[in-house]
């Protein structure tokens, strides 16, 4: 018979074994990656090559530029109001899907239609508001063929309101689904008690739905923050490559090999998300979602 000791030791043993498909997979992709870029962030670097070698002058040059400053200033604005559009429509989205239709077939076919749209690239998603919101585009036309403004509007496209308006539309989806899903766990007896005692639509929804909620917005928040700070295509297309970000610094910087450069800026920007990401943690206990 074996010992409780052995029986101890091999389950400890077959943990280690399960594990770790998972540990090579997050050390190769994951932890190995983030090593190289952060001993390159401390490379120098000239116009032909790249010179192993321990400096601060890229971060000293990062911290220290007007341009950072202004980019990063621009990022946050984007996250921010990026943030503050989705969470309106993901939430009055789930609010109706979670509380207006009572049939679980209808909300299905109602949640499918609203990801339709991810059934394309985003790319394309992006490109098709280009027609619509270009100077001769069709809101344009419209407007001025119905005498209701007299010159097209300039700042419908290659604006940071067509960024903000593309980033909604790629990634409000990411904020309606860990809301929906929360919204679903709610007990509707406590919305019945509510009723009962007296609570008005306003009271039940401050001081029922929403708190139960919160670990949902803050799953949502965090999808939108990281994809719309690590992204950049969006803000060159959609800007005219007359506006920019944090990641459309570190891009321009690896077009001109500019490596430890943008490794350096791709570090600083990791730390400005990981703080951001710390704040949202501390907020609400994620795991009780997961």
Same mark, same amino acid.
Request: hydrophobic letters at 60%; aromatic letters at 18%.
């Given at each position: 018979m074996n010992s409780p000791t052995l029986f101890t030791v091999d389950k400890q043993i077959n943990s280690y074994w399960q594990a770790t498909p998972? &540990?090579? +997979? %997050? %050390?190769?992709?994951?932890?190995i990656p983030m090593? +190289?870029?952060? @001993?390159?962030? $401390?490379? /120098?670097?000239?116009?032909?090559?790249?010179?192993?070698?321990?400096?601060?002058?890229?971060?000293? $040059?990062?911290? @220290?530029? *007007? +341009?950072?400053? %202004?980019?990063?200033?621009? @990022?946050? *604005?984007? &996250?921010? %109001? !990026?943030? &503050?559009i989705t969470l309106l429509i993901g939430f009055f989205v789930s609010y109706y899907l979670a509380f207006h239709i009572k049939s679980n077939g209808m909300q299905t076919v109602l949640f499918l239609i609203c990801t339709v749209p991810f059934l394309t690239s985003n790319i394309i998603r992006m490109i098709s508001w280009i027609p619509l919101l270009g100077r001769n585009g069709l809101i344009n036309t419209g407007l001025t063929s119905a005498d209701i403004i007299s010159s097209p509007i300039e700042w419908l496209l290659y604006s940071d309101f &067509?960024? +903000?308006?593309?980033?909604v539309h790629l990634y409000t989806m990411f904020m309606v689904v860990p809301i929906f899903n929360s919204m679903m766990r709610i007990d509707r007896s406590q919305i019945e008690a509510a009723i009962d005692a007296g609570a008005t639509p306003f009271r039940i929804l401050v /001081?029922?739905?929403?708190?139960?909620? *919160?670990?949902?917005? !803050?799953?949502?928040?965090?999808?939108? $923050? @990281?994809?719309? #700070?690590? /992204?950049?295509? !969006?803000? *060159?297309? #959609?800007?005219?490559?007359?506006k920019a970000n944090v990641a459309v610094l570190i891009y321009n910087e690896i077009s001109l090999l500019q490596y430890p450069a943008a490794a350096a800026s791709a570090v600083i920007l990791l730390i400005s998300v990981i703080m951001m990401l710390i704040m949202l943690f501390r907020l609400v206990d994620i795991r009780k979602e997961v």
């Open positions: 998972l &540990a090579i +997979v %997050l %050390l190769s992709f994951l932890v090593i +190289v870029i952060v @001993t390159v962030s $401390f490379w /120098d670097y000239n116009e032909f090559s790249i010179i192993p070698d321990f400096i601060f002058e890229n971060y000293e $040059f990062l911290l @220290t530029s *007007k +341009v950072t400053w %202004l980019a990063y200033l621009q @990022t946050f *604005k984007y &996250a921010f %109001l !990026t943030w &503050a &067509a960024i +903000v308006l593309a980033y /001081d029922i739905i929403i708190p139960l909620c *919160k670990s949902g917005i !803050t799953i949502g928040s965090i999808f939108i $923050f @990281t994809l719309v #700070m690590g /992204d950049f295509i !969006t803000v *060159k297309v #959609m800007g005219g490559g007359i």
